[in-house]
Structures are given as structure tokens and as C-alpha cells.
């Protein structure tokens, strides 16, 4: 993978339409300390040939771990593979004596003690990136959206761009960054802006153009393949999806689910409605919509694209979920939408849970066990 | 010629054993560094050494002219020591992972068995044969403490060691102490005696070390607005505070403070983590424990116990290991990690040892039998057990140094 450049992006695969995939990056933590633990290693170890729905990969350091769900149809089958998973990882998790948490960031590790997993892929990146790689231990949600066909996936990836700063807001959970409160909601996408490839994709609708552009940047030799771009969205040619990434990972599956039946109940309405067709202009206001979202979540402003109105983005959420509520009942997700909209009513989300518990604890070992236990199913 | 005031020190000057012990110590801790650079070793396989040469320079006296403060200030290294030792078992994985639990009746026992079986082969009584036994189920808290945090080791072997080690302490102290109710039994007949005394000391050592785990979760919600220094000086106090009282009710100081590291983590759900401060004053106390327990090793120490104690360390140490590897698997560790912290699990320990010199003051015709042997083992142990630790940690590539 790593040295092995892919010189022609693949066939965008079959899959069908507004199928949904959620992988989700967690932290491993020691039981002794509640700091980072690399247990990676031993968790897959154990993990090895026990019966779950999905998969469970490793990451770039020992301390984190991936999971992800096969296809889901709806967000019922979401939930329920997610909570399998979950329930398989947290019980060899407690036979290790290890925890597992959900969150973007862990609130006091040091990066520079975590160490690079084992695998030539990333060992190639930490070389590449150098300390950026270990910064880079930061936990992520990304949902897949089957698309029926590339173009398609392309266009949607784009219309999306506009609700970008919901999903920032909805999942913040990484207020805290090496023991200090960094006054962001999403911390954990400051990380990723440091690499040169993240951001947008290129502002191209046709697969055929989007191919070009590839073959001129495998030319550059700066990428060697699709894994090399760090976009906030990017097509998925090997699933025939479009990976939704900025993300933090929840604090709960539940919460995972319920964020992904929101992106899939507002990709049918952009498909189905097509209430605006995306244009390079819009990508004007990007940067400024998104940094807003991290920094100030529900309470940020984003700028309407192809106008200068701001909203608040809590109202622009609130219009939006009533604008896809069909769509979401539809999919049988109105229980995921009505559950989200009560969080953004009440102004909650992961980031200031953590902040309450770190007020009211005050030791951010406490706000990690607790963490925990949250993502585990064991806090009341 | 009137009498002059003369000023000037004796000729040769009269230096006070104070300074071979302060040379010593300092010597301990350069050395300590020099072996941790040059041949990748944790600091403190140098300092017994340090304290052995000290001690064959010096002679005796250093040792026994300050054994009063020497004993208290070791106290203390170990108090500490072992109440950091206790918070490291988490009650609720031993409940989660009932093999480990298993894993760890299964190595003390087979340790008793292994020592107490060559024990009786070579001829021993009874009564110290089951003493010799209780000592050899522990491994060293000391060893084993310092060398898994100098090297920063974080992970299945470092965590287990430290799990396992706290636990048969704990095992060790009870039958030791049962053990030596058999004792008062087997010497004087006195059956009340033989009841009660073991009972006063299990009982009693565990209220103490509750005592002490309420007063600290007491004081824990002031301890977390405290800069970490002055949090470490009220935890320290605490400890002190907690000796003295040992000291005045003649309660054994292992099973106390174990039993208080221990109810500190599991009594709460709410985490516990000691200040960093708190283990940096444990590190300085910690030469100071070494290098004595170094003063006490004469090189005829290494060499009476003879070919019996090396006899003694290897079946120990192999049912050690197996006890740990017959149960890696279902446990959650690989064979290997079963290799290595089965391995690991080898040192000998101290504060036990203390535990059977004091049993062996109370009925000298044992200090023929089963003090030299052990003495020898121990010594030997003493030298080796922190290089097998750091070997074994480094190679379960757990070490974060």
C-alpha cells in the first residue's frame, strides 16, 4: 500500500443508493492511569475469531482502534451492528483490563508517548509526517453513503459540503486537548488541517474529470493513492460510497447512530429534492462555516453559500431537520432525528458533556472514567 | 602555659557513620545512572551493589549504629511503595477476568509448593518449611514497583506484574502470619494465643489500612485543587501518620498499606490517581532502600546458602512461570507475555523477609534452619531480580522510555 503507487483509480463499485457504513476510531485506555494506552495489539489479538457483525482494525498508534459496520439498510440495522460490536470490544476490553472511550480527543495524553502501530503503511506515514502522524491521535467518525452511480456520488459530495458545519456541531466531543480546555468544540479538526492534503475535494462533478485530476496528482508524485487525500468528504471508489470525515467520534454508539441516520435522511432529500445545485462559489464560505462549527458548535455562525445571510447554526439545523423529517421517516429514522433534535434544542453535545463533567469533577482522569463508562453502556 | 582552647578535630578526624551513609548514597545514585546509560540497566540493580561494597569497606557498624532511623526510614519507602502497589489491583477486572484471579492462586500456590517441597526434602521442620514457603509465594514490591516505573512500562505484562505481585504479597502475609499462630501453637501449646494473634494482626492491619484509604478519599476532593506538591505532602503526611500508628498497635506495615492502596482505588468509583510528586519523594526513599538492603548482604550471605539456594530460586521460579502459563490463554495474554511475566514474577521479597526475621526473633531455634537459606535466596534475588524484571519488560516491548 504504501509504496506501491495505484496509477488509475479504480471502477467505482456498485452499491446501493443511501446504504450506510459508520466506522469509528476509539481510544484504548489504561485502566491504571485513564491515560492512552497501546493496547492495540492485545485487543486484536483477543478480538481474533469472535463473532461480530463488522470489522475491528488497527490505526496509526497502538492506542487507538478502529471499528466499522458492514452495509446497514437503515439506522435500526446501524445501531444494532454498532451495539454488537461495541459489546464484543468492551467485553475483551474488560478481560485486558483496558477501557474504551468514545471522543475526539483524549483529554490529557501526550502525544509524543504514543507509539506508531506496527504495520508498514504506518510506519511509512510517521516517517512521511514525522510528529504530525502522532499528533494525529485523534478519533474520528466516518459514515460511507452508498451511491448508485459515480457521478452521482460526486454531486452529492458537493451539495454536501454546505451542511458540513452540522456534522461538526452535532458530533463535537474534543474540547480538550494535552490538559488544556483549547475553548473549541472540535479540537480534534485542528489536527487534521495540519496535513497538506485535507480539506476540499477538487470541484468536479463528472467521474471521468475526477479521474483526470487523479492521474495528474499520482503525476506530481505528491499521492500514491485515494488514502493520501485527507478530505473532509471523499468518494470511495472500492465501495462505491462517499465518506462523510469530520466527524469526532461520539461519546456514545447510540449518538454515532444517530448522527449517521441524519446524513442519510439529508442525502436522500439533497438527491431526491435537489434543492440547490452545487457550484465552485459555494466553497467560498467553506472554511469560515467550518472553523465556526469546531470553535463555537450550535452557537457558531455559518454564512448561507450564494448569499450573505448568516444563521446561527443551530437554527440552520433545526430548518434542515424539518426539511428532511420526511426523508428520515421514509427511512425509519425518525426516532434518530427527533432524539438529535432535543440534544440541539437543549444545546448539548458531546463536547459540552465533557465540559460539564470536567466542572463538576474537576479532575479530567475523572471526565476520562467516565467517558467510559458512558461509551461502554454503564452510566445510568 | 595556660590550657589553650583547642579548635582543630582529632588527627585521624572521627567521621560519623552519617557520612559513609550519605557517600554511599550518592555513589548509589551515580551509579545507579551510569548502569542505566552504559548497559541499559534500571538504576536500581546498582544500588545494592553500592551497598554491599559500603557496607564490606565500612564494616558492621554502619549499619547496626543507625538501624533505628535506617528501619524507620525504610518504613517509609515501603509504605508508600505498597500503597501505590494496592491501588494498582482493580477489583472489578479481577471480577471481569476471573482467570486472572485463578492465574494468581495458581503461581502463589505453586510457589508455597516448589519452596515448601524442597524445604522438606533438604530436611527442614515443619513449621519453617510453611514459613520458608509463605516468604517464597511473594515477589518484591520493591523490585518490581521501581523497575516497571523507571522504564514507564505500560501494558498486559507491566500491568499483570503489578496485579500479581500485589496479591501474593497480600497471600504471603496471611500465611505468614497464620503460620505463625501455628508457631505459637507448635512451641508453647497455647491455642488462644495461636488463634488470636494472627487474628489481632489481619484484623486490626485491615482496619488501619481502611482508616487511612477514608482519610485520603476524604481529603481527595481538596487534593485535586492543590498544586501537585502540596497535595503529595498531605498524602506523605498521611502515610507518616499512618506508620506511627502501625508502629504503636505492632501491625505489619505490608499488609496495612496494601490493603489501603487497595480500598483507596476500588472503595470509589471515582478515579484515583496519586499526585506525580507524591512517587518522586518514594524515589528518593527508594535508594535509601536498596542500598540498605545492599548493607546487609555480606558476600558469605551469597555463598552459605550454597547450592540450597540456588536450588530454592530455580523451583520457585519455574512454578512461577508455570503457574502463569498454564492459565496465559484463557486469561488474555499470549504464550509469550505468559513467558515473560511469569518470568518477572521471580524476584524475591523484602518487607517479607523482614516479616520472617521478625518471626525468627521471636523463636531463635529458627535462626539456624531457615534464615541463612532464605537470607541467601533473598540476597541473591536481590542482585539479580531487578535485571530479570527490565529484561523481561523490554522484551514485551512494553517500555516507554
Partial sequence: MSDETEHELGTFSQSAALTLGIELELQIVSGQDYDLLGAAPDLLREMAGREHPGDVKPEITDSMIELSTGICVDYVDALGQLRSIRDTLVHQADRLGVLLSGGGTHPFQHWGRQAIFDAPRFHHLSQLYGYLAKQFTVFGQHVHIGCACPDKALWLLHAFGRYIPHLIALSAASPFVQGVDTGFQSARLNSVFAFPLSGRAPFVLTWDDFAAYYRKMIATGVVKSMKDFYWDIRPKPEFGTIELRVMDTPLTVERAAQIAAYAQALARYLLEEKPVEPREDDYLVYTFNRFQACRFGYDGRLVVPGSAEQRVIRDDILRTMALVEVHAYDLGSTEALNLLRTEVLQGRNGASEVRATHASEGSLEEVVRQGCARWAGRLP | ?401
Avoid at chain 2, 494465643?193 to 481527595?220: F, M, N, W
Avoid at chain 2, 496494601?258 to 512517587?279: E, S
Wanted: proline share 5%; charged share 10%.
Fill in chain 2, 1 to 401: 602555659m595556660e590550657h589553650a582552647v583547642f579548635f582543630l578535630p582529632d588527627w585521624p578526624p572521627n567521621f560519623s557513620p552519617l557520612l559513609w551513609i550519605a557517600l554511599a548514597v550518592v555513589g548509589a545514585a551515580l551509579a545507579g545512572e551510569w548502569v542505566r546509560q552504559n548497559l541499559g540497566l534500571p538504576r536500581i540493580t546498582a544500588y545494592p551493589v553500592i551497598g554491599m561494597v559500603v557496607a564490606a569497606l565500612a564494616g558492621d557498624p554502619l549499619v547496626a549504629q543507625h538501624s533505628e532511623w535506617l528501619r524507620w526510614g525504610l518504613n517509609v519507602a515501603l509504605a508508600i511503595l505498597l500503597l501505590e502497589l494496592g491501588s494498582r489491583v482493580d477489583l472489578a477486572w479481577l471480577r471481569h477476568n476471573r482467570w486472572l484471579l485463578l492465574t494468581s492462586f495458581c503461581e502463589s500456590l505453586a510457589a508455597f509448593g516448589a519452596v515448601f517441597a524442597v524445604g522438606r526434602y533438604l530436611g527442614m521442620a515443619m513449621v519453617p518449611a510453611v514459613l520458608m514457603g509463605a516468604i517464597g509465594m511473594a515477589s518484591s514490591p520493591a523490585v518490581i514497583m521501581r523497575v516497571v516505573a523507571e522504564s514507564k512500562a505500560q501494558g498486559q505484562v507491566s500491568t499483570r506484574l503489578l496485579v500479581l505481585t500485589a496479591l501474593n504479597t497480600i497471600y504471603a502475609v496471611v500465611t505468614l502470619h497464620l503460620a505463625t499462630g501455628g508457631l505459637h501453637q507448635h512451641y508453647r501449646g497455647d491455642w488462644v494465643l495461636a488463634i488470636s494473634h494472627p487474628l489481632y494482626l489481619l484484623g486490626a492491619g485491615l482496619v488501619v489500612g481502611k482508616l487511612l484509604a477514608e482519610a485520603i478519599s476524604r481529603v481527595d476532593r481538596w487534593l485535586i485543587k492543590m498544586r501537585d506538591e502540596y497535595a503529595s505532602i498531605v498524602l506523605l503526611g498521611l502515610v507518616l501518620m499512618t506508620i506511627g500508628l502501625i508502629e504503636a498497635l505492632r501491625l505489619p506495615v505490608t499488609l496495612c498499606m496494601l490493603f489501603a492502596g487497595l480500598v483507596l482505588r476500588n472503595g470509589t468509583p471515582r478515579a484515583w490517581v496519586f499526585p506525580r510528586h507524591f512517587g518522586s519523594v518514594g524515589g528518593v526513599l527508594v535508594v535509601m532502600l536498596f542500598l540498605v538492603v545492599g548493607m546487609q548482604i555480606r558476600i558469605d550471605h551469597l555463598l552459605t546458602g550454597g547450592i540450597l539456594a540456588l536450588v530454592l530460586i530455580g523451583a520457585r521460579s519455574l512454578a512461577k512461570l508455570g503457574g502463569v502459563l498454564l492459565l496465559a490463554r484463557p486469561a488474555g495474554i499470549s504464550w509469550r507475555q505468559g513467558l515473560l511475566l511469569g518470568l518477572a514474577l521471580s524476584p524475591t521479597a523484602g518487607p517479607v523477609l523482614v516479616a520472617a526475621a521478625d518471626v525468627g526473633q521471636l523463636y531463635p531455634e529458627l535462626q539456624g534452619t531457615l534464615i541463612p537459606v532464605a537470607m541467601s535466596a533473598a540476597a541473591i534475588m536481590e542482585l539479580v531480580g531487578p535485571v530479570i524484571v527490565a529484561l523481561c519488560l523490554k522484551f514485551s516491548g512494553e517500555r516507554r522510555e
